[in-house]
């Protein structure tokens, strides 16, 4: 069975940067999934951060991440990699990674089965 494994988080300052890993394990090939990042911030619903799926399939960000954030695969870990640049308070927040097979890169939660158990970033002065 599939299952999302999530690292990297932690506590940094304004401005700095942070890269999160995703490794999907599964029987599957990885390039079979379509992987994103969400975030929950306390008392608040997902909210998407990006995604990248294989191929044709492209890559999706967020306005907020846009040109902050790079999502990429690694394919030899069967990881997907969000580099985090130019941190804000704002994105203090609970980052989730989430999964579906194939299909292009969306921003809808609804659209993910697979999540993991997510991982804290704290970005404070």
């Known amino acids: 069975q599939v299952q999302l494994i999530e690292s990297g988080g932690g506590v940094v300052q304004p401005g700095d940067s942070l890269t999160l890993s995703c490794e999907v394990t599964s029987g599957a090939p990885f390039k079979e999934y379509t992987v994103a990042w969400f975030l929950q911030r306390p008392g608040k619903e997902y909210e998407f951060v990006a995604a990248?799926?294989?191929?044709?399939?492209?890559?999706e960000y967020s306005n907020s991440a846009q040109g902050r954030f790079a999502i990429s695969r690694e394919n030899a870990k069967s990881a997907v990699i969000l580099q985090m640049n130019a941190l804000r308070p704002a994105d203090t927040a609970v980052y989730y990674c989430?999964?579906?097979?194939?299909?292009?890169?969306?921003?809808?939660?609804?659209?993910?089965?697979?999540w993991g158990r997510g991982t804290q970033v704290t970005v404070s002065s």
């Open positions: 989430a999964a579906r097979k194939w299909g292009v890169a969306v921003s809808s939660e609804e659209m993910y089965d697979i």
């Open positions: 990248s799926a294989w191929g044709l399939g492209g890559t």
